[in-house]
């Protein structure tokens, strides 16, 4: 006998925090997605998902899914309605707004979803509406920004579909084979036409193991490279003062700069033979076309704006931008800016100016008895702040007050969640409505929903639409549906044509060659050079080494995605244990072996793994990678335990690899 079964692909869009942003197919079979495969048509996706996505089902409908409202209850949780739910949360928030005014209640979220819709809009408005704290998001590329910006304002930057044209690939604190496989693909084709790779980097990460050349600077001391590597062009007459000349401000400035110290100096801050740094110098300046392209990971501590506006700087000086493939790649300002979902978070609701706090002083903001307004009530969604934010025992130990009201929107009982007052339950991306931009190339991606909500999972768009009934709000923004806020976002877009074929590039015309003649996106249209090196606060403080040795530098894991994936079985059986990659020579003098578990500390805290004794990691430069929940630690805490919450002397971002450590056996 035959069964009906009707059968449809629906289009998708991966929302999770990565440069690929991949165009999905889903199959759905009466009602149940039975099937997800990368679009083969999409220019990056090239019908391919990662290790982390690829069996996305299992998320979708794992037995851990959160599926239905969960209230505190002595040590536990119980089960209940979303009115009763709802009912505690909205009490709960105008208590805390009526005794101690609307900052004390702080909203956190990052991206756990991309999407332009999910991710902050109706909880934008209703945060905005109670006069809540303003959130500073800046725990991922902000420093980046902030330096790349100071050199070429918000300008087109290579399109990652030029990359295969370049012959010469500096990347630089960047490990794509991991953290962003798609255009790790564009890599390879350039690559395979006979590119040099060439990575910068204190570890060995996966990419760096297969690159032509590795080299390997101490963290947070990029500049100094970058610097050297000015200095061997400029001696070696490989500068291009014509394009120079024409296309940049400050070029006197930097010859001047460049002439204070020969490469021997910057070779002696940052650990990199001059021999090298003055090769690699002048083969950037010579191989033709020569990309350099920069990670989020060599941005992690103190002098990392400016450490990124010098590096962009050296694809100046040597005139890269001329051909098609060179010039300076980090992430696309201009694109991810032309399609914002700022408008929709409706600041004008705001009965008045408001405090702001920054995302990676949480631990700071909970338990510093000084802050007026108190924290009262936390917020958390698409976000898992108990692993991801810094100095963790401060965190752990504010998400542990009993006076603190925590409402956590999530899909699973993450360490977070594991400490709220009363937990909702998310759809996931086969359940909702969404547009996601992408942070890596030059495509917007249309999100159909495949499937009905599971159990009683709601949108974080509803979530806080129904909250805000329950909180009075009523002003009409407080009920537009996805449907309209989607109208919203891309009023002047071709809607249709981005639903039909599930994406769009975004061209701002600037073709293959985007600054071949200048044209930058800042006021004058020049780029504007920088030689600048601020030294780290931690890793070159000889006081603080001598009683804190080691350099830790905490990355990304290949299978998780920041903490999301590390509770699903597939990823975690490929990845058990969090370890530390430690360097043979400090790890002889300390008496550990390969496998031994080790102490990991400094003042801020301390956490225990296994010791990987390897030299994949620098000597000096321990590096134990982020991501696995706190249960898979002993202590129950996390590398995070050590990071500090000092911030980037500009842009006011995180300083996680600028942190130092000592280990000992356990
Ligand atoms: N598999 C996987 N993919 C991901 C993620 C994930 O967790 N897992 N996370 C996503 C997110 S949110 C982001 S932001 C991106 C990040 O993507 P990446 O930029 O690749 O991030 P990291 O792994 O943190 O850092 C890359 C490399 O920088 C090196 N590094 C650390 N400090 C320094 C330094 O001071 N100088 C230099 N030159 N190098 C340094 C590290 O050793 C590391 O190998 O990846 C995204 N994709
Ligand atoms: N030491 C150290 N710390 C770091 C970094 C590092 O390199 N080293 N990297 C930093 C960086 S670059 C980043 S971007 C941050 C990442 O910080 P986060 O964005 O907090 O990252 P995740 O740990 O992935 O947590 C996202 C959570 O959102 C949930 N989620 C997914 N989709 C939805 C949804 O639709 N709705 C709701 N409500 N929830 C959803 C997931 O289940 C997951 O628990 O971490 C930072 N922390
Ligand atoms: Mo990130």
């Not at 690699?280 to 300046?285: I, K, L, P, Q, S």
């Not at 709000?473 to 981005?498: I, K, N, Y």
């Not at 020579?585 to 296994?610: H, K, Q, S, T, W």
């Amino acid at each position: 006998m035959m069964l009906h079964v009707a059968t449809r692909i629906v289009r998708g869009a991966c929302p999770h925090d990565c440069p690929d942003t991949c165009a999905m197919h889903t199959t759905v079979e009466d009602g149940r997605a039975t099937q997800v495969a990368g679009d083969p048509d999409h220019p990056i996706t090239v019908g391919f998902l990662c290790g982390k996505v690829s069996n996305y089902l299992d998320r979708v409908y794992s037995d851990e899914r959160i599926l239905h409202p969960l209230l505190r209850e002595d040590d536990g949780f119980r089960r209940a309605s979303w009115d009763e739910a709802l009912e505690r949360v909205a009490d709960q928030l105008l208590r805390a707004r009526e005794e101690f005014g609307g900052e004390s209640i702080l909203p956190y979220s990052y991206m756990g979803t991309q999407g332009l819709i999910q991710a902050n809009t109706m909880s934008a408005r209703v945060m905005n509406a109670l006069g809540a704290s303003a959130l500073e998001r800046t725990v991922c590329a902000t420093a980046g920004i902030t330096g790349v910006v100071a050199a070429h304002g918000v300008s087109p930057e290579v399109d990652p579909e030029e990359w295969p044209h370049a012959r010469y690939l500096l990347i630089w604190g960047w490990n794509p084979m991991s953290t962003a496989p798609h255009l790790w693909r564009k890599l390879l084709d350039a690559r395979k036409a006979g590119a040099r790779l060439v990575v910068v980097d204190p570890f060995r990460s996966r990419t760096a193991r297969i690159a032509d050349e590795h080299l390997r600077p101490l963290p947070g001391t990029d500049a100094a490279l970058a610097i050297g590597m000015m200095r061997a062009v400029f001696d070696a007459g490989l500068h291009d003062e014509d394009w120079c000349r024409a296309y940049t401000e400050g070029y006197d400035e930097l010859l001047s700069r460049l002439a204070e110290h020969e490469v021997e100096h910057w070779a002696e801050i940052c650990g990199v033979e001059s021999e090298t740094i003055a090769r690699v110098g002048r083969e950037f300046a010579e191989t033709r076309p020569a990309l350099v392209r920069l990670g989020v990971g060599a941005q992690r501590h103190m002098g990392a704006p400016s450490a990124y506006s010098t590096i962009a700087s050296l694809a100046c000086l040597t005139g890269a931008w001329r051909d098609r493939g060179g010039g300076c790649s980090y992430i696309p300002t201009a694109t991810a800016d032309a399609l914002s979902s700022r408008p929709l978070e409706r600041e004008d609701l705001r009965p008045g100016p408001v405090r702001s706090i920054n995302m990676s002083q949480l631990g700071q903001s909970l338990t510093d008895p000084q802050l007026v307004p108190p924290v009262k009530a936390l917020v958390c969604w698409s976000s898992n702040p108990a692993v991801i934010a810094p100095d963790q025992q401060r965190v752990l130990e504010g998400l542990r007050r009993d006076d603190l009201f925590t409402v956590v929107i999530e899909q699973f009982m993450t360490d977070t969640a594991a400490y709220a007052d009363v937990v909702l339950p998310t759809t996931t991306q086969l359940e909702h409505l969404d547009v996601v931009f992408s942070w890596g190339h030059h495509y917007m991606t249309w999100n159909e929903p495949a499937i009905e909500p599971l159990g009683e999972a709601k949108p974080n768009t509803e979530i806080f639409r129904v909250l805000a009934t329950r909180l009075g709000l009523d002003d009409p923004a407080f009920q537009e549906s996805d449907e309209q806020l989607v109208d919203r976002l891309l009023a002047g877009f071709d809607e249709d044509g981005l639903r039909e074929r599930g994406w769009t590039k975004i061209d701002l015309g600037q073709g293959p060659r985007p600054h071949a003649e200048g044209g930058f996106g800042t006021d004058t249209g020049r780029a504007v050079l920088h030689a600048d090196y601020l030294p780290p606060a931690e890793v070159t403080d000889e006081a603080r080494a001598e009683r804190f040795p080691l350099a830790l530098v905490t990355p990304k894991t290949h299978l998780f995605l920041n903490s999301t994936f590390a509770n699903q079985r597939r990823q975690h059986s490929a990845q058990p244990t969090p370890e530390l990659v430690l360097h043979p020579d400090d790890a002889a003098p300390r008496g550990i072996e390969d496998g031994a578990r080790v102490r990991v500390f400094n003042d801020r805290g301390d956490f225990l793994c296994l010791a990987r004794v390897s030299d994949d990691a620098r000597p000096g430069v321990p590096v134990a990678p982020m991501g696995w929940w706190n249960r898979d630690y002993t202590d129950g805490r996390s590398a995070q335990a050590t990071t500090s919450q000092a911030l980037t002397e500009a842009g006011n971002a995180p300083t996680f690899n600028d942190n130092r450590v000592e280990v000992e056996l356990a």
